[in-house]
């Protein structure tokens, strides 16, 4: 069971589209962090985020962590090819020597 | 740039078999994570270690996993026998200490195929 829900499940989107993917919970977590996984590789860190309320950029992509610290946004601008690949949300479980509960995953497709 | 090895990279077997996997971390991380990743769905944690210790193996099923980090450094992760159900990507990850929200490190995983 993913107490982590993301949506959409899936998205397809044309090159230079914006797109979001959403991460809710109903649990509080220490932090919020943002992998991509390619096909038969594991998931790479994007971006890490610890305060209620925080936004961070990285070039294209804005991460928002929610107020109460349950949510989370990926803001994707001007979507490239590459940006293809499953976006997964994980909280960090408060004293959990790191442990991370993971969502289920939004699958983004960029064509050009 | 360091990384977490895994191996093999992929496995098939058949129902009733052993398997095992390896990991080896990064070198100095003392937290070491097993994930299992069934297709279309996020990583699920199988078992924590820190440094030779579990720390947590509730979601581990353990009448047919075992899993041991003997010196703290790299690890295995054992099923026996397999199920069909078993079938899916087991990942690796670690952390230097396991603090709140350290990056998790993952390897490429091992895909693992149950006939």
């Known amino acids: 069971t993913q107490l982590l829900e993301q949506s959409p499940q899936f998205l397809s989107i044309q090159e230079g589209e914006n797109l979001t993917v959403y991460c809710n919970s109903s649990?509080?977590?220490?932090?919020l962090q943002w992998y991509r996984q390619e096909p038969g590789e594991g998931p790479v860190l994007l971006v890490t985020?610890?305060?209620?309320?925080e936004v961070k950029k990285l070039k294209r992509l804005t991460f928002q962590f929610g107020d109460a610290r349950k949510d989370s946004s990926l803001h994707i601008t001007a979507a490239q090819p590459g940006d293809t690949g499953l976006y997964l949300c994980?909280?960090?479980?408060?004293?959990?020597?790191?442990?991370?509960?993971f969502g289920a995953g939004t699958q983004v497709v960029v064509t050009p | 740039e360091a990384e977490v090895a895994q191996s093999p990279r992929y496995k098939i077997t058949e129902k009733s078999q052993a398997v095992a996997f390896w990991c080896d971390p990064i070198?100095?991380?003392?937290?070491l994570y097993w994930y299992r990743q069934i297709l279309g769905q996020g990583p699920e944690l199988l078992v924590q270690?820190?440094?030779?210790?579990?720390?947590?193996d509730s979601q581990l099923p353990k009448d047919r996993f075992s899993a041991e980090r003997l010196k703290g450094v790299d690890s295995t992760l054992k099923i026996q026998p397999a199920e069909l159900g078993d079938s899916a990507m087991y990942l690796c990850?670690?952390?230097?200490?396991?603090?709140?929200?350290?990056?998790?490190?993952f390897g490429p995983g091992t895909r693992l195929l149950v006939l």
């Open positions: 649990s509080v977590f220490s932090s």
């Open positions: 985020v610890v305060t209620g309320g």
């Open positions: 994980a909280g960090g479980v408060w004293g959990g020597w790191g442990k991370l509960q």
């Open positions: 270690f820190q440094d030779e210790s579990v720390v947590d």
């Open positions: 070198s100095g991380h003392a937290t």
């Open positions: 990850a670690s952390t230097l200490s396991g603090g709140e929200g350290e990056t998790q490190y």
